[in-house]
């Protein structure tokens, strides 16, 4: 079965250093990665995600993730952060290869991301 | 183009009442998904439809819990009777017909089981 890691509840970093919020996934065969944000009662905002191709992947307000097989991640950076980006970060996978289920989406347990002026 | 909507925002029910949450996916998408946020932990899969039908209910946690999309638009999902650990925020997804394409969220429907 799937699954995903977000082993930092928190990330606390200073506005205008770069900023990175760690994934690990776990799937039989070949992921489909997405980075969601969820701002304060907002509902989830889809960001990026990795299916096939190059491995480093642009999304949306400058975040950028890359795809890392021999370590099974996919973090999320961003080389200057902003207060604005201050939200709560998921990550998700879904495994296509899957017999059943393929089309879920697994989700991590959520990192909070607080950006300080 | 509109968003994916959930009605209510809130609701706050005893336990054993029944409650019904309602979904409005993004016109022409055929998937439609419930997901769960419990106690702040990680979101669940509850379930997928394909247009009218249930492709996947593999997260569904009871037989208290139903789930219909008639006509293949709108959803509802019918918790009846609710228990205190229904709380959470159950939220809903749509995305297009096709393996790559993202799911896109509603603002999610809080639910509170007092």
């Known amino acids: 079965a799937q699954s995903v890691a977000q082993p930092e509840d928190q990330v606390n970093v200073a506005e205008g250093n770069p900023l990175t919020v760690k994934c690990t996934y776990s799937?039989?065969?070949?992921?489909?990665l997405f980075w969601y944000v969820q701002y304060p009662n907002r509902g989830l905002q889809f960001l990026l995600k990795y299916i096939t191709g190059d491995n480093l992947v642009k999304g949306s307000y400058g975040f950028e993730a890359e795809f890392n097989k021999s370590q099974t991640s996919f973090h999320l950076k961003k080389p200057s952060a902003l207060v604005s980006d201050s939200a709560l970060y998921f990550c998700?996978?879904?495994?296509?290869?899957?017999?059943?289920?393929?089309?879920?989406?697994?989700f991590g347990t959520g990192t909070r991301l607080l950006v300080s002026p | 183009e509109a968003g994916v909507t959930q009605f209510p925002s809130h609701s706050v029910i005893e336990k054993g009442q029944t409650v019904t949450l309602r979904c409005d996916p993004i016109s022409g998408h055929d998937n439609l998904y419930w997901y769960r946020r419990v106690m702040g932990k990680e979101i669940k899969f509850l379930l997928h439809f394909v247009k009218e039908s249930k492709q996947d209910e593999s997260g569904m946690p009871n037989n208290r819990f139903l789930a219909e999309r008639t006509g293949g638009t709108y959803s509802t999902l019918k918790v009846q009777p609710a228990e205190l650990e229904d709380s959470g925020v159950y939220f809903c997804?749509?995305?297009?017909?096709?393996?790559?394409?993202?799911?896109?969220f509603g603002p999610g429907t809080r639910l509170t089981v007092t």
């Open positions: 799937v039989s065969g070949n992921p489909y």
């Open positions: 997804a749509s995305s297009q017909r096709g393996s790559s394409y993202e799911q896109y």
């Open positions: 998700a996978v879904r495994d296509p290869e899957a017999n059943t289920g393929f089309q879920k989406l697994v």
